[in-house]
């Protein structure tokens, strides 16, 4: 089936432009031209619409507030923001409604990628619900301690950018979009950055400012009482996982930009359950599944949604548009042997230290294809040696006291 892909723009020139330029697309888009932020909104409505590129700058409704009616419209469609390059404060407004940022003109081979890629991996979820789901979440919950930190640095005269990386590295959520904003196609960095601290440096701190002070994408609202403990365990594992596949790619002799790379896929690896736990019942359903059938929480994901959240977690990054290596590390961490990548690469580092910390199963088919079972091996007694180190290390401080 055609894809629908509505282009909205005040700017009649600009629209004619655009109706043009992606003319070749014909056979594979339906497209349709709107020139007002009303209009869109009532092509949309008709639920047959599956992206929408609004231009940020129009009277009476902008690109921001447009597609933010239509998040709550249509969940699904995929929400484009264009803009020019001087438009940064106004782009920061679009973060809370936009899933990707182009600047103007459009680049057409940038923009058919993007949708592409976006379609490509909403074919992993089979769950139109889910798909829903997380095509529209606007913020997710960051730890709340965390947010206050990173708000009290943020506030005083002269922020440290050290500081506020060291905060940033720690949480997933913030990493992430930070990571989204930075590797848009709207800066067109000819390389993508998955360094919190190089995107911190690149966008400075007044945008910094603008996305967590101002825009309030890092969730500050308060965190259900069921849900803290949940929330708690995943950072302090994603961040221990983190750790050690850091430690794993340099002793594996990784350069140190794939060093970074195993580090934040590692911290990212279950951003997905942040959207999944926002499904009605879902912690009774997935207890009820784990204790009547004695399997893993993935797998009881598998029979209740039809995915998992390393699956969600993938479309959810897809959508923001984070690096493919990372969004890789995600969707396959559990079962790395279905990933194109059959090289050893930080989605093996990942696999490996999510099984030696949390006793996640191996992927057998995978270590077998490609003799890595050796390797696994070496890591678990590389591990075993460092936690007997640490426990023996504070065995003794405790009989000191």
Do not use: C
């Not at 960051?142 to 005083?156: N, Q, S, T, V």
């Not at 699956?311 to 548009?321: F, H, K, P, Q, R």
């Amino acid at each position: 089936m055609k894809l629908r892909i509505l282009f909205v723009d005040d700017d009649k020139y600009d629209l004619d432009s655009m109706r043009s330029m992606f003319e070749y697309m014909a056979a594979d888009w339906d497209m349709l031209f709107s020139g007002s932020g009303e209009e869109a909104l009532s092509l949309v409505k008709d639920g047959t619409i599956d992206v929408v590129i609004a231009d940020m700058k129009m009277p009476d409704m902008d690109g921001a507030e447009l597609l933010e009616k239509i998040k709550e419209i249509e969940p699904s469609v995929l929400r484009v923001v264009i803009s020019g390059y001087s438009d940064k404060e106004m782009l920061m407004r679009a973060t809370k409604s936009a899933h990707q940022f182009l600047p103007k003109p459009v680049n057409p081979q940038v923009l058919k990628k993007i949708i592409d890629k976006v379609y490509s991996l909403q074919g992993i979820l089979k769950n139109r619900n889910i798909i829903k789901l997380t095509t529209s979440i606007k913020s997710l919950p960051a730890l709340p301690d965390l947010y206050i930190k990173i708000e009290d640095e943020l506030r005083r005269p002269n922020p440290s950018i050290k500081k506020i990386d060291d905060i940033i590295s720690k949480d997933m959520v913030m990493t992430a979009k930070i990571l989204q904003v930075v590797n848009s196609a709207f800066f067109g960095l000819p390389q993508r950055i998955i360094n919190p601290l190089q995107a911190i440096n690149f966008l400075g701190m007044e945008v910094i400012k603008a996305l967590v002070l101002l825009v309030h994408f890092f969730s500050a609202e308060r965190v259900p009482d069921f849900m803290r403990g949940h929330i708690g365990k995943l950072w302090d594992d994603s961040l221990k996982i983190a750790t050690l596949a850091k430690k794993i790619a340099i002793s594996e002799k990784f350069d140190s930009k794939k060093v970074e790379e195993a580090f934040i896929g590692s911290l990212l690896h279950d951003i997905g359950k942040l959207v999944l736990w926002q499904v009605p019942d879902y912690f009774m359903n997935i207890a009820r599944q784990k204790n009547d059938f004695h399997i893993s929480v993935s797998e009881a994901e598998y029979i209740l949604y039809e995915t998992s959240h390393a699956e969600v977690g993938a479309y959810l990054l897809g959508i923001w548009g984070l690096p493919d290596s990372l969004i890789e590390m995600v969707g396959y961490h559990h079962k790395p042997s279905l990933s194109q990548n059959k090289a050893f690469s930080t989605l093996t580092v990942l696999h490996g230290s999510d099984h030696l910390l949390t006793g996640e199963p191996l992927d057998e088919t995978y270590l077998q294809n490609f003799a890595l079972k050796s390797t696994i091996n070496k890591w678990i007694r590389v591990y075993q040696a460092e936690h007997a180190v640490e426990v023996k290390e504070e065995n003794q401080e405790e009989n000191k006291k």
